[in-house]
């Protein structure tokens, strides 16, 4: 077991019915105001550098990434065609469940970024999948997994249930670690009293 100090059935959902059903209706709406996502956007442009490639994990049909920001491939990945097929700044993308299959269709050392926005709470082999995001990584290359107060409960697991906003930042920094990454950083982005609270967990391959 990759968590082996997490409790049973920590990865547990409310709703175990196939999450692509769930997410079969595309809802293409902010997960976060305007507040937070101004935040993430700022702390984008601060991470990557321009023409890098990036890959967008859980994605939608907003990447939240700065408009003027010129990049190589934008690569995403969700659960909604309709959602994804929306997003503008994705030159490609793909659907897969990675509760189902955690191995990343994508060449080893590909990408100079990745992204996971508000999305980590619903992976229940989440080191598998992050171990993953950090073969299809460069050397030194940083995967940003941002995360707020909103989620989906019934399909949230269990462990992220439980825990509070700073608990959230440990179980991602865990999840990081145990997954290969180093140089981990959490950073409030947005301490939610003027909008929606957000905070990023960055990690980086080994060089």
Same mark, same amino acid.
């Not at 290359?141 to 409960?153: I, K, L, M």
């Given at each position: @077991? ?5 409790? =049973?059935?920590? /990865? ?13 209706? =595309? ?9 937070? #996502? ?6 984008? $442009? !601060?991470?990557?550098? +321009? ?14 990434? +700065? ?5 190589? !491939?934008?690569?995403?990945?969700? @659960?909604?065609?309709? !959602? ?26 590909? /990408? ?5 926005? #508000? ?9 598998? #999948? /992050? ?10 290359? =940083? ?8 989620? /989906? ?7 992220? $249930?439980?825990?509070? @906003? ?11 670690? $145990? ?5 981990? !950083? ?10 929606? =609270?957000?905070? #990023? ?7």
């Amino acid at each position: @077991m990759l968590l082996p100090e997490l409790p =049973p059935h920590a /990865f547990a959902k409310q709703d175990a019915t196939p999450d692509l059903d769930f997410y079969a209706p =595309p809802r293409l709406v902010h997960h976060i105001d305007e507040g937070a #996502v101004a935040a993430l956007t700022s702390y984008y $442009r !601060e991470l990557i550098a +321009p023409g890098s490639d990036v890959l967008d994990l859980m994605s939608s049909w907003v990447s939240h990434l +700065p408009d003027d920001l010129a990049l190589g !491939e934008v690569v995403g990945h969700g @659960m909604n065609r309709q !959602e994804l097929a929306a997003n503008p700044r994705l030159t490609r993308w793909f659907i897969q469940d990675l509760n189902q299959d955690t191995a990343l269709p994508l060449p080893d050392a590909s /990408f100079d970024a990745a992204l996971c926005c #508000v999305g980590a709470q619903y992976l229940q082999h989440p080191v598998e #999948v /992050f171990a993953e995001v950090a073969r299809a990584l460069r050397p030194g290359a =940083p995967f940003a997994v941002s995360y707020s107060n909103r989620c /989906f409960p019934t399909k949230a697991v269990a462990i992220w $249930r439980a825990l509070d @906003m700073a608990g959230h930042a440990k179980l991602l920094a865990l999840y990081l670690e $145990r997954a290969g990454f180093d140089t981990i !950083e959490t950073r409030v982005l947005a301490d939610g009293s003027r909008s929606d =609270p957000l905070v #990023v967990v960055t990690g980086r391959t080994k060089r």
